[in-house]
């Protein structure tokens, strides 16, 4: 994978939404996150697989 390859499927995004929020979410390329404006917290994408739990999200700042 290069780096301009993203590292999930990006059509999940279509399907995904915040699970406090149930809103949506923008991807970030370079941290590897989803990110929930809403909930301010961003969400992991490990392996390629997004970990929605919020006890794994990160607050952001």
Known sequence: MTSQE????????????????HGTLEYDAERQELISRAAGLAFPIRDGIPVMLVDEARKLD
Request: proline share 12%; glycine share 6%.
């Open 6 to 21: 993203p590292g999930f499927d990006r059509r999940m995004l279509e399907a995904l939404v915040c699970p406090l929020t």
